[in-house]
């Protein structure tokens, strides 16, 4: 099979016409966090809650991030229902939330079919401080498999908490950008040689991630600018 292949078009429409089974799917979904109120969701875009406001970069907003946390919540389980579709037996799920979605999160990949099997802490330490409270340094990754896990020969052993931070300057081209460094150990979970799917591609991390581990790549992104970033870094990877 090619090293990699990226599909532009969204998620929930392109998945079900997939076929090929995947040995990992690990994905950064639209945390659809942020917001007292649903009419503060729906007037703030994703840089208005991810980015601050003296960011020295331009980079593009993305859609499907205004949902409420029940339409979130449904919205990602048929996500994740497909995803667990396309994987093989002992395959595993590793999908990115913030502390505000992580109930939320781990609902949806229950009702999707997985059995969920832990949390991974991700620590930035450059993040973003709150005033007269408690630094929020961390996302968390929900892990999650199809059945019993896979047993890997020889054996690997993980880590159980994961450290970085987003790329800066002109290693930066998407807002949510997660670091290559944790996303190569991320991907681990997969067999050397497997196939990983990221119905959430973005800028394409997980595929130059996967590229580096020697594992194969099936990305989606619904944004054609992403889609052109991506193609780019994971023809250079």
């Avoid at 079919?113 to 990754?141: A, L, Q």
């Avoid at 987003?166 to 681990?188: A, E, S």
């Amino acid at each position: 099979m090619t090293e990699w292949t990226l599909h532009c078009g969204d998620a929930l429409t392109l998945l079900p016409t997939l076929n090929d089974l995947v040995d990992a799917v690990v994905c950064d979904p639209p945390y659809n966090s942020g917001g007292r109120t649903n009419a503060e969701r729906r007037a703030q875009g994703a840089r208005d809650k991810y980015v601050s406001g003296d960011a020295q970069h331009d980079l593009g907003d993305f859609d499907g991030d205004t949902r409420d946390q029940r339409g979130y919540t449904h919205w990602l389980g048929l996500v994740l229902a497909e995803a667990y579709r396309l994987t093989r037996p002992g395959g595993s799920l590793l999908v990115f939330t913030d502390w505000a979605q992580l109930p939320a999160t781990s609902d949806a990949l229950q009702a999707a079919g997985w059995t969920w099997r832990g949390i991974i802490p991700w620590r930035k330490p450059i993040s973003r401080p709150v005033k007269d409270g408690f630094k929020r340094e961390c996302e968390y990754v929900l892990w999650g498999s199809r059945g019993d896990p896979l047993r890997h020969a020889p054996a690997i052993y993980l880590p159980g908490w994961l450290e970085g931070s987003q790329p800066r300057g002109k290693d930066r081209v998407h807002i949510t950008q997660k670091p290559v460094d944790v996303m190569r150990q991320l991907v681990r979970i997969a067999p050397e040689g497997g196939t990983v799917l990221d119905p959430f591609a973005g800028s394409g991390t997980t595929g130059v991630a996967a590229l580096a581990e020697g594992r194969h790549f099936i990305g989606i992104e619904q944004s054609a600018a992403n889609v052109t970033t991506a193609e780019g870094r994971l023809a250079a990877a």
